[in-house]
């Protein structure tokens, strides 16, 4: 069974600290994605990586960043947490290949607040 | 326009209710079409998917692709409470670094 953990699951942060969220898999997966989900809007990508060290802009990546050191690692960072960025942040992760075709398999989320 | 839309609900039918999920797109390059439900408090995990137009079925589930007019489908048969959950459509072009675009979800409350 492929697992995707999540470091937090309820987050409480300050207007301007600086937010790390981690994402861990199991399953030697390529590919490794942060979303985030909010009521009405859906799941918006915010950036995705294909490859250790390798990252790509998602649809929504200002005020965020990420970090890929080693295969089963993808951190989403808030460099300076804003209360817009109260959301619920899902992590996923999938087989190779196409990016677009392969399941993705998602964490349990992690539910920030920025006060 | 969104790219993906989809009624948010909530939806409520009585058990045993045969349900009808649905997403419209606007992007004619979409050929990948998935179906994920999400529980309360849990990450989306993935229901059914089916490639370009057609029927596919799974148990007491089938999801349609009617390409034409960009509209897609779940269907619940025999519904349970335990069915109960958000009901997410994603969908891709399948060009390489083309990632899923997902509907807004629609939660479903089947009640016993």
């Known amino acids: 069974d492929v697992k995707v953990t999540q470091s937090s699951r309820y987050l409480v942060k300050r207007t301007g600290e600086k937010v790390f969220l981690e994402c861990v898999q199991d399953m030697d997966h390529e590919n490794m994605f942060w979303y985030r989900q909010d009521p009405g809007l859906g799941l918006r990508l915010i950036y995705f990586s294909y490859d250790v060290k390798m990252k790509e802009k998602g649809d929504i990546p200002e005020g965020y960043s990420v970090s890929r050191e080693k295969k089963e690692r993808f951190s989403l960072i808030l460099e300076s947490a804003s209360t817009n960025q109260t959301s619920m942040y899902l992590c996923a992760s999938s087989l190779s290949g196409l990016a677009g075709v392969d399941e993705q398999y998602f964490g349990p989320g992690t539910r920030l607040t920025v006060t | 326009q969104k790219e993906v839309e989809q009624d948010p609900g909530p939806l409520s039918v009585p058990e045993g209710a045969i349900v009808s999920l649905n997403c419209t797109y606007s992007?004619?390059?979409?050929?990948?079409f998935m179906w994920y439900r999400q529980y309360s408090r849990k990450g989306p995990e993935l229901l059914m998917y089916t490639y370009s137009s057609g029927n596919k079925e799974d148990g007491r589930f089938t999801a349609q692709v009617d390409k034409s007019s960009k509209y897609i489908s779940l269907f619940i048969r025999d519904s349970q409470p335990s069915d109960s959950a958000t009901y997410l459509c994603a969908m891709s072009a399948m060009d390489y670094g083309q990632n899923f675009v997902f509907g807004p979800g629609t939660r479903l409350s089947v009640l016993p």
């Open positions: 992007n004619s390059a979409f050929q990948y």
